[in-house]
T-cell receptor
């Protein structure tokens, strides 16, 4: 079952603008992670935010987590054409059988030069 | 460099055949995972293994089988019981802080 839902499904912006992607989920989580996927490639881990954290930064990335609303957002500042990719949120509910990530369907980001 | 190697990159299967996708990691990670991705979709979990000689079904395990005889290796067999196997298959591993993914195997039924 797909736990996370990203919004929007697709986003097109100009280079230099900021891009914001949102993720909602349904059950309690231990952490939430964001990944990037270039077309036809594997996923690359961007950032992990734990359930007791509210905001995290990594370079041009800023992630927020609101556990009361079961939602997260990923902000990419000063976007570049090279940021063009699909971005996925994934939730780790850490079941008794161990860690397992459940992915949303992703946001396709296009940054126009 | 440490990482995950998936092979082959492209695989063609005839109807009724079983095929095995390879996944090898040299990261010394305990946990390994297999995901399936269909065009324009997110990833769905097929099987996962937290430790050698143990594995659990994910959300879409029917028609697939796995083994975990070595820590480094987690092969996935797509059996003839899987009715719609054409997809992009991704292997991943973790030691707790984010997953490392392989570059994927694209399987096509011909």
């Amino acid at each position: 079952s797909q736990q996370g839902e990203e919004d929007p499904q697709a986003l097109s912006i100009q280079e230099g603008e900021n891009a914001t992607m949102n993720c909602s989920y349904k059950t309690s989580i231990n952490n939430l992670q964001w990944y990037r996927q270039n077309s036809g490639r594997g996923l690359v881990h961007l950032i992990l935010i734990r359930s007791n954290e509210r905001e995290k930064h990594s370079g041009r990335l800023r992630v927020t987590l609101d556990t009361s609303k079961k939602s997260s957002s990923l902000l990419i500042t000063a976007s570049r054409a090279a940021d063009t990719a699909s971005y996925f949120c994934a939730t780790d509910a850490r079941e008794t059988s161990g860690s397992r990530l459940t992915f949303g369907e992703g946001t396709q980001l296009t940054v126009n030069p | 460099d440490g990482g995950i190697t998936q092979s082959p990159k492209y695989l063609f299967r005839k109807e009724g055949q079983n095929v095995t996708l390879s996944c090898e990691q040299n990261l010394n990670h305990d946990a390994m995972y297999w995901y399936r991705q269909d065009p324009g979709q997110g990833l769905r979990l097929i099987y996962y293994s937290q430790i050698v000689n143990d594995f659990q079904k994910g959300d879409i395990a029917e028609g697939y089988s796995v083994s975990r005889e070595k820590k480094e290796s987690f092969p996935l067999t797509v059996t003839s019981a899987q009715k719609n196997p054409t997809a992009f298959y991704l292997c991943a591993s973790t030691q707790g802080n984010g997953y490392t993914f392989g570059s994927g195997t694209r399987l096509t039924v011909v």
